[in-house]
């Protein structure tokens, strides 16, 4: 059974630009979330989706978005870069329902912002 | 703000020891708890939940939750240098849609 696949896995953007990062779930799982990892801050909530509707949002401004297509794929973007979005972007996917959402994490994207 | 707390470490224990890991949350509403382990350069993988108070175990991993004390904990036993990676502590914020909440992660090195 594939895992989580995120794209790409390494990528350098320079302060004003804007990236998209991909993730595949898991066949069978409807819910993605994103986190931002950085050493500071660790594991902090970006959003969730399920049946491509956000269900819940973290506390980022207003350049980082998302969307989730029909088969369960997702993607973030982050517009007018900033130094201080460099991090690790973690997509995580799971079954819904009680007791069942345990996140299985991809291998994360690295975004440097120079 | 609904918060997720853990002792940042390093956690240091000789290995055969036991290690003990401990987390306090702040929403008494949460139902769910994981504890996830990460190895420096890897992604977070789970390794317990729990959902009831009182103690899981498996293998040498036992998680345990006290939901009056809105504290949990994991127990490794016969802890290993494999063991060495840092412990996240997870807690479902169910309202509104799954969010899993994650504490700072402690680091735990067990030396040989």
Redesign the interface.
């Known amino acids: 059974k594939a895992g989580v696949t995120q794209t790409p896995r390494y990528l350098i953007k320079t302060r004003g630009q804007q990236v998209t990062l991909s993730c595949s779930p898991i066949s069978g799982h409807r819910?993605v979330?994103w986190?931002q990892q950085t050493p500071g801050q660790?594991?902090q909530?970006l959003f969730?989706y399920?049946s491509e509707t956000q269900?819940?949002k973290?506390n980022f401004p207003g350049r980082f978005s998302g969307r989730q297509f029909s088969n369960s794929r997702s993607e973030m973007n982050v517009s007018t870069l900033e130094l201080g979005d460099s991090a690790l972007y973690?997509c995580a996917s799971?079954l819904?329902g009680?007791?069942a959402?345990?996140?299985?994490?991809?291998?994360?994207s690295r975004l440097t912002v120079l | 703000q609904k918060e997720v707390e853990q002792n940042s470490g390093p956690l240091s224990v000789p290995e055969g020891a036991i290690a003990s890991l401990n987390c306090t949350y702040s929403d008494r509403g949460s139902q769910s708890f994981f504890w996830y382990r990460q190895y420096s350069g890897k992604s977070p993988e789970l390794i317990m939940s729990i959902y009831s108070n009182g103690d899981k175990e498996d293998g040498r991993f036992t998680a345990q939750l006290n939901k009056a004390s809105q504290y949990v904990s994991l127990l490794i036993r016969d802890s290993q240098p494999s063991d060495s990676a840092t412990y996240l502590c997870a807690v479902n914020d169910e309202a509104g849609g799954f969010k899993t909440i994650f504490g700072a992660g402690t680091r735990l090195f067990v030396k040989a």
């Open positions: 819910s979330s986190y660790g594991l909530f969730e399920f269900r819940n973290g973690l799971s819904m009680v007791g959402n345990v996140l299985t994490f991809g291998a994360g």
